[in-house]
């Protein structure tokens, strides 16, 4: 069964700096597709990027990337110039190709300190 | 686009009371699934809508039913509550599967007593 582990329940960073929020996911398929969302307050779940498995280059949306490693299984995010906005939670999410249900870690609490 | 409205916001129920919570989907959207979300956990899936018809379902009970109707409008009903149905519930929507993302809706916090 495909698992997904974020194995940092919170993370602090000053505003304006550079923050990583880890993940890892096992799975034996090979379509497959990555995301990061995030969930403020407010609870609505946010797309903040995508990555699909068969792309190799890492996906980047302004502020945000992600480090890919499909060998490892490592899909991390890096939030840089951190904005006060940007603290919520940040769950990482998996979905294998002709499935339909995403799998989500735990989740990650980011807190940005001004 | 309107993107996906829930109502209602807030519910508390007593156990063994039933519930039903409604969704609307973003407009273009034909894909409707809904989660639950436990506190402090990411949420799990229950089950998934396309055009009117169930087409995947994650470990729930039979006590968790839904309706998806023809403008993709989207219901979750839940019978026989019991305290663990205790969380947010989230519906999202999209078009077709959700491989270039969902659009989630803000949730419906539910109180089971």
């Known amino acids: 069964a495909q698992t997904v582990t974020q194995s940092q329940p919170e993370m602090s960073v000053q505003e304006a700096e550079t923050v990583t929020l880890s993940c890892t996911y096992d799975t034996s398929e090979s379509d497959y597709y990555l995301f990061w969302y995030k969930q403020p307050p407010s609870r609505q779940m946010i797309l903040v990027i995508r990555q699909e498995a068969y792309k190799q280059q890492n996906a980047t949306e302004n502020r945000f990337s992600v480090n890919f490693q499909k060998a490892a299984k490592s899909f991390s995010l890096k939030i840089s110039d951190s904005q006060l906005g940007d603290a919520a939670m940040y769950f990482c999410a998996y979905i294998s190709g002709g499935t339909y249900k995403y799998i989500f870690g735990t989740g990650t609490r980011l807190k940005v300190l001004a | ?113």
């Open chain 2, 1 to 113: 686009e309107t993107g996906v409205t829930q109502s209602p916001t807030h519910l508390i129920k007593t156990r063994g009371q039933q519930v039903t919570l409604r969704c609307s989907s973003q407009s273009g959207h034909n894909t409707v699934s809904w989660y639950q979300q436990a506190l402090g956990q990411g949420p799990q899936f229950i089950f998934q809508y396309y055009r009117e018809e169930e087409n995947g379902r994650g470990n729930f009970p039979p006590r968790f039913s839904g309706l998806q109707f023809p403008n993709y409008s989207s219901e979750l009903n839940v019978n026989a509550l019991e305290l663990d149905d205790s969380a947010l519930y989230l519906c999202a929507s999209s078009s077709g599967g959700g491989y270039y993302g969902y659009t989630f809706g803000s949730g419906t916090r539910l109180t089971v007593v």
